[in-house]
């Protein structure tokens, strides 16, 4: 099946990876609309000056069958961006957000009234929980569970083989590894992946879930302090304070550019092979929080060092590295090392002006409400 340009949906198309994927979409000739609530923990300012004056702009919620009604008037591909994310106490709020809208989305759909020919939906590295591992007690990769509270308290931070108790080593994360997901975020990000593959076929409408690694890059909000590593470390560095790094700061995570993450968005849209199917988009390549952190302080020129905490998140995961090979076969790989992603990431915050810096009220609420321990 060729693909035609056409008018695609956004929701989520203020916020970090839609609005590159708005850009993206209409430099390739495609008509736009924008469905987004501008959450004021996000978008305090309001509707930020990114938003293509090209696009068609709705500032509505998923979760309102109105306003997801008059967003998928006359679109033909829904790229569904939109998403409560982070460690916050707000339970309830990831699967309102999460599954809910979705799960309003294809209500809607379920109608019959609208033409949608195919749906990518962000998904996320989260429904792993922890990551895959070799040990030499077995030729097949090992799955540990979530880490134990326990041996956490007691700075016991790697994950010990789940069959004979010994030391692991890391190893590629692929889409058939089983999803252990424990923490809120997680567990609705899970559910919103299967209830769209799920409810696309009932609707005959093909699906395309993406898990995404961790995504950094411009645009990424400087006043959520609870989700985006990347903005949360440069608002404290810029501000001569010593980013916090949990546990040893020796864990490991799978960082992505937002370009690629766009591209990735728009790749399996066009190619008629990528449907009903699930793909991580990620990068394949380990960076511990340590050296990020110090990457981001290199780049700004400040001479902080990372804060070693010896804290902890219950849920975080010790090492998670995606396996790209499933999408890589198809023609798409993630081409931007972190280096120069991050030198973008800095530059556009350093153009920003003097920025606040939001993490230290937040690390006390999270204290409170126990998401933080130590």
Same mark, same amino acid.
């Given at each position: ?24 979409? =209409? ?41 997801? *009604? ?48 195919? =749906? ?37 931070? *790697? ?45 005959? =409408? ?90 981001? =302080? ?77």
């Amino acid at each position: 099946m060729t693909f035609f340009k056409g008018k695609a949906l956004v929701t989520g198309g203020a916020g970090l990876i839609g609005s590159h994927l708005t850009d993206l979409l =209409i430099e390739r000739g495609y008509q736009v609309k924008i469905l987004d609530n501008l959450e004021p923990q996000t978008h305090p300012q309001g509707k930020p000056a990114w938003v293509p004056k090209e696009a068609e702009f709705i500032q509505g919620d998923v979760r309102c069958r109105q306003d997801m *009604e008059k967003a998928l008037d006359g679109v033909r591909f829904v790229f569904h961006q939109a998403a409560f994310g982070g460690f916050t106490p707000e339970f309830s709020k990831y699967f309102d957000v999460n599954v809910g809208g979705t799960a309003r989305l294809f209500e809607v759909l379920g109608t019959g009234k609208y033409a949608v020919e195919k =749906i990518v939906v962000a998904s996320s590295l989260a429904v792993y929980a922890e990551g895959a591992y070799h040990c030499g007690c077995r030729e097949n990769l090992v799955f540990p569970p979530v880490r134990a509270l326990e041996p956490l308290k007691r700075k016991i931070w *790697e994950p010990l083989c789940p069959h004979c108790q010994a030391e692991l080593t890391p190893a590629l994360t692929d889409e058939c590894k089983p999803r252990e997901a424990e923490t809120p975020y997680a567990l609705s990000k899970e559910f919103e992946e299967r209830m769209s593959l799920s409810a696309g076929k009932q609707l005959n =409408i093909p699906v395309v879930a993406l898990r995404y690694g961790v995504t950094y890059g411009p645009r990424q909000s400087l006043f959520n302090p609870y989700t985006g590593v990347a903005s949360i470390f440069s608002t404290r560095i810029l501000n001569q304070l010593s980013p916090l790094l949990y546990e040893d700061g020796e864990q490991t995570r799978d960082f992505v550019y937002v370009k690629d993450v766009a591209e990735a968005n728009l790749f399996v849209m066009e190619n008629p092979s990528a449907a009903n199917v699930v793909f991580n988009v990620a990068t394949g390549r380990p960076t511990s929080i340590s050296d990020f952190a110090e990457e981001l =302080i290199r780049l700004y020129g400040k001479t902080v060092k990372p804060e070693i905490s010896g804290q902890f998140r219950w849920g975080d995961v010790r090492h998670i590295v995606l396996n790209t090979e499933k999408l890589a076969k198809l023609g798409f790989k993630a081409r931007t090392p972190l280096r120069e992603g991050l030198g973008h990431f800095a530059a556009w915050i350093t153009a920003q002006g003097p920025v606040q810096e939001f993490f230290s009220k937040a690390y006390d609420h999270l204290k409170q409400n126990r998401l933080i321990y130590g």
